[in-house]
């Protein structure tokens, strides 16, 4: 009998998931989101060899929109000048490509490297030193590892700080990102926020599409996701 209620248990639960459960690709083939319930999702975007990196969030729905919201927000935040100095130390794993616009497109202003960066240890900040820069400049910021990227937004300054908020590479990240839900697809409304999603993430939000089966899907490789949509020729070897 115990048995006998374990499977049937078993069943439902499995029917509930199935139910709730909703997989979507890009109609441009670039990765996979699933609905896993009435407030979780998992995203898939980025790759490592044959590794396929899933990271997870909540959501929210409101008739046919839904907003995805990742568990931390941003991976970095430039904040403002300050004159008060934690113990930092300088620091040769860090380093940082600044990209100015001009004209609607970006390119390489400057290479900052070990003499430029130091790390404030106790409020954990990349401390950039004599750095001019303009509104809507992109920093990349290479940890020896992997690129990713913040915007610069307000005036110029001779330095800024790059407070660190998050160190998990396969973060994808979403604040309040909305999809309109129409018929079987999935279609991102808002032009700044996606234009934003390109900047934390690498990518564009593409429209996707439901599926019942499961399928091939592109994705990036994880390395290289914060010079994505930037002129190439510049990686810091």
Request: with cysteine; glycine share 4%.
């Amino acid at each position: 009998m115990k048995n006998k209620i374990f499977i049937y248990a078993f069943i439902i639960l499995c029917s509930i998931y199935t139910l709730n459960a909703q997989t979507y690709y890009g109609t441009n083939k670039l990765g996979e989101l699933e609905i896993i319930n009435d407030s979780l999702y998992s995203v898939s975007f980025y790759a490592l060899n044959e590794w396929t990196y899933i990271d997870t969030g909540t959501y929210k729905r409101n008739d046919d929109t839904i907003w995805l919201n990742s568990i931390v927000k941003r991976p970095f935040e430039i904040v403002d000048r300050s004159t008060e100095y934690s113990p930092s130390w300088n620091c040769n794993r860090y380093l940082i490509k600044q990209y100015g616009n001009y004209q609607n497109k970006y390119r390489l202003v400057y290479e900052y490297t070990a003499s430029h960066i130091y790390v404030d240890t106790i409020r954990n900040q990349l401390i950039c030193s004599w750095v001019p820069s303009n509104e809507s400049d992109i920093f990349v910021i290479y940890d020896g590892f992997i690129y990713r990227r913040v915007r610069k937004t307000g005036k110029s300054s001779q330095f800024f700080r790059i407070k660190i908020f998050d160190d998990k590479m396969e973060r994808v990240y979403f604040d309040e990102f909305p999809l309109l839900v129409k018929g079987n697809k999935l279609i991102p409304i808002d032009k700044e926020k996606n234009e934003q999603c390109w900047v934390d993430n690498g990518f564009y939000f593409p429209k996707m599409k439901r599926s019942n089966k499961e399928k091939k899907f592109n994705k990036i490789l994880i390395l290289y996701r914060g010079l994505r949509g930037l002129p190439s020729g510049f990686e810091i070897k």
